[in-house]
T-cell receptor
């Protein structure tokens, strides 16, 4: 399939540990987004990449959260010193570019549980 | 600031009937886009329909149509001839076109259940 893929699909970690979540966007999509969905809630924007640059990081909740994108493709979201409130589904999306319509295509998400 | 409001936490509809899911929005951007996504219990987000703020006609995609009333700042989704497979969570989202960001702002969602 040529969709957005994310790994791992599930991650259980202990409070205080660091975690890395990976996103492989659709080939050729220059824009990549990370969102977070807490239980029963809507989606909360985290960060937007255009190519390897992140023009909008305004949604990152604290300095424990960081993300990078290399080669204009794969992106990694890192959460340091995880807290229980970080438990959520982390969704990645990609689109052709950051312009007008260009609907975002979402991956299946990574369910993070912090014990 | 941008905001999306979906006032219906849950909706029921009889199979084969039409249903309208409400969405109102607030933005100061002169140009923006409105999107609807479907999230089944499996969790994936599926794009359904898009409406640009300057589009002259309401968007339609198969059984989905968007009732766009710009003056009222509403973008309601209409699903015609409901099917059992339409049971899911539905999210309304908005994207402003000022500034260098492509982020979507989402509403809290509406859970739709289709009854046989």
């Amino acid at each position: 399939g040529a969709g957005v893929s994310q790994s791992p699909s599930n991650k259980v970690t202990e409070k205080g540990k660091d975690v890395e979540l990976r996103c492989d966007p659709i080939s050729g999509h220059t824009a990549l987004y990370w969102y977070r969905q807490s239980l029963g809630q809507g989606l909360e924007f985290l960060i937007y990449f255009q190519g390897n640059s992140a023009p909008d990081k305004s949604g990152l909740p604290s300095d424990r959260f960081s993300a990078e994108r290399t080669g204009g493709s794969v992106s990694t979201l890192t959460i340091q010193r995880t807290q229980q409130e970080d438990s959520a589904v982390y969704l990645c999306a990609s689109s052709m570019r950051g312009g007008h319509r260009n609907e975002q295509f979402f991956g299946p998400g990574t369910r993070l549980t912090v014990l | 600031a941008q905001k999306i409001t979906q006032t219906q936490p849950g909706m029921f509809v009889q199979e084969k009937e039409a249903v309208t899911l409400d969405c109102t929005y607030d933005t100061s951007d002169p140009s923006y886009g409105l999107f609807w996504y479907k999230q089944p219990s499996s969790g994936e987000m599926i794009f359904l329909i898009y409406q640009g703020s300057y589009d002259q006609q309401n968007a339609t995609e198969g059984r989905y149509s968007l009732n766009f009333q710009k003056a009222r700042k509403s973008a309601n989704l209409v699903i015609s001839a409901s099917q059992l497979g339409d049971s899911a969570m539905y999210f309304c989202a908005m994207r402003g076109y000022s500034g260098n960001t492509g982020k979507l702002i989402f509403g809290q969602g509406t859970t739709l259940q289709v009854k046989p």
